[in-house]
T-cell receptor
Framework: ETGVTQSPTHLIKTRGQQVTLRCSSQ?????VSWYQQALGQGPQFIFQ???????GRGNFPPRFSGLQFPNYSSELNVNALELDDSALYLC????????????FGQGTRLTVV | AQTVTQSQPEMSVQEAETVTLSCTYD???????LFWYKQPPSRQMILVIR??????QNATENRFSVNFQKAAKSFSLKISDSQLGDTAMYFC?????????FGEGTQLTVNP
């Protein structure tokens, strides 16, 4: 166990809907990154939050947005869901100032129908 | 942009034997870190081993070791005395900041 928890573990949404995924970072970590992992592929970087501000973004459209809270937990929001958004969404926490490795949560499996 | 390539989509090994997973990467950075992560069917991404680019000595963690060839931009993972619990998807990953770039993964199956 890494101390990084994500909720929910699974969910099913309809195309066009909006979804919010949540992540609690490991104690002592101030940075949260989100990744999308399509079936059979490696994770792709969505964005990172450091001290409540977006700090780097991958090649994802603006309908993917996020938040980080003062306790360093984070949310990933996806609007106007598309079928291709079906994937495993992984959250990773790290301590940016110390450049430590990232610790991952167990992921949220999102299915868009 | 950084890229990570894993050229072996699938590999298998007999229990107690040794297996090597390959990884190459491309970057113009001089300071960076390389990782091997393991992802079992439970989906949790678990860190196996890490290597700092400025260190010439190859990292080792118990049965896991790497062969880091900086000039060739190669970073292979050797698993000794393979165990059934090593069956998983293995991802090679690179970072020069805090964003991780992953390869496509290698599915390793350990056979009894």
């Amino acid at each position: 166990e890494t101390g990084v928890t994500q909720s929910p573990t699974h969910l099913i949404k309809t195309r066009g809907q909006q979804v919010t995924l949540r992540c609690s970072s490991q104690s002592g970590h101030n940075t949260v990154s989100w990744y999308q992992q399509a079936l059979g592929q490696g994770p792709q970087f969505i964005f990172q939050y450091y001290r409540e501000e977006e700090n780097g973004r991958g090649n994802f459209p603006p309908r993917f947005s996020g938040l980080q809270f003062p306790n360093y937990s984070s949310e990933l929001n996806v609007n106007a869901l598309e079928l291709d958004d079906s994937a495993l969404y992984l959250c990773a926490s790290s301590q940016r100032d110390r450049n430590t490795e990232a610790f991952f949560g167990q992921g949220t499996r999102l299915t868009v129908v | 942009a950084q890229t990570v390539t894993q050229s072996q989509p699938e590999m298998s090994v007999q229990e107690a034997e040794t297996v090597t997973l390959s990884c190459t990467y491309d970057t113009s950075e001089s300071n960076y870190y390389l990782f091997w992560y393991k992802q079992p069917p439970s989906r949790q991404m678990i860190l196996v081993i890490r290597q700092e680019a400025y260190k010439q000595q190859n990292a080792t963690e118990n049965r896991f070791s790497v062969n880091f060839q900086k000039a060739a931009k190669s970073f292979s993972l050797k698993i000794s005395d393979s165990q059934l619990g090593d069956t998983a998807m293995y991802f090679c990953a690179f970072t020069s900041g805090s964003r991780l770039t992953f390869g496509e993964g290698t599915q390793l199956t350990v056979n009894p």
